[in-house]
């Protein structure tokens, strides 16, 4: 019962580096979400995939790419990182709407 | 659009209080509504949920109860334990074409032997 993987777990980046995020699923889900969460500010929407081949941009998208590869798969993606995208990044899935989400367990980014 | 107010905290309970944590929310339709937990180091996971009006949520002792009149799906808990420290979010899906699942700030929960 692998459910939502996420890797790395951890990252250190220097500002102006690029990484990609990674995340796949394995519950033949629908729908994949990218999460930031930061103290005080809860769970803020970066980009979803409603299905396999549509991506659309959540509340905060700015600074931030993603790629739905397959349905399995969900990347997110940081072309020139900055101080300000230091946070703990959270994939999750869902099988379809109104249904509960099921999260990864996160990938913690420093970026100097 | 969509939103969910979910009480401040934190809140430090002594174990075997009674647990309130206050939801309210915002939105068009007829959301799904949720409450996840995250325990320290780790992703969310669902507590609970309610698809309609009236319905209760349930699960290992937590109860929430989805009214459509006040907007609100508190969580409620009669004896709170020492291991149900976390942090808890409040979340709602809207439904009609939607795909954005809505989170609140989240209330850390400390609870004391």
């Known amino acids: 019962n692998a459910g939502v993987t996420q890797t790395p777990k951890f990252q250190v980046l220097k500002t102006g580096q690029s990484m990609t995020l990674q995340c796949a699923q394995d519950m033949n889900h629908n729908s994949m979400y990218w999460y930031r969460q930061d103290p005080g500010m809860g769970l803020r929407l970066i980009y979803y995939?409603?299905?396999?081949?549509?991506?659309d941009k959540g509340e905060v998208p700015n600074g931030y790419n993603v790629s739905r590869l397959n349905k399995r798969e969900f990347s997110l993606r940081l072309e020139s990182a900055a101080p300000s995208q230091t946070s703990v990044y959270f994939c999750?899935?869902?099988?379809?709407?109104?249904?509960?989400?099921?999260f990864g367990q996160g990938t913690r980014l420093t970026v100097v | 659009g969509n939103s969910v107010t979910q009480m401040e905290g934190p809140v430090t309970l002594s174990e075997e209080a009674f647990l309130t944590i206050n939801c309210t929310y915002t939105?068009?339709?007829?959301?799904?509504l949720f409450w996840y937990v995250q325990y320290p180091g780790e992703g969310l996971q669902l507590l609970l949920k309610?698809?309609?009006?009236?319905d209760k949520g349930s699960n290992k002792g937590f109860e929430a109860t989805y009214r459509k009149e006040t907007t609100s799906f508190h969580l409620e808990k009669g004896s709170v334990q020492v291991s149900d420290s976390a942090v808890y979010f409040c979340?709602?899906?809207?439904?009609?074409?939607?795909?954005?699942?809505?989170f609140g700030k989240g209330t850390k929960l400390s609870v004391i032997p």
């Open positions: 309610a698809t309609k009006a009236d």
């Open positions: 979340a709602l899906s809207s439904g009609a074409g939607s795909y954005q699942l809505t």
């Open positions: 995939s409603a299905s396999e081949g549509t991506t």
């Open positions: 999750a899935s869902r099988r379809a709407l109104n249904t509960e989400a099921f």
């Open positions: 939105a068009t339709g007829y959301p799904s």
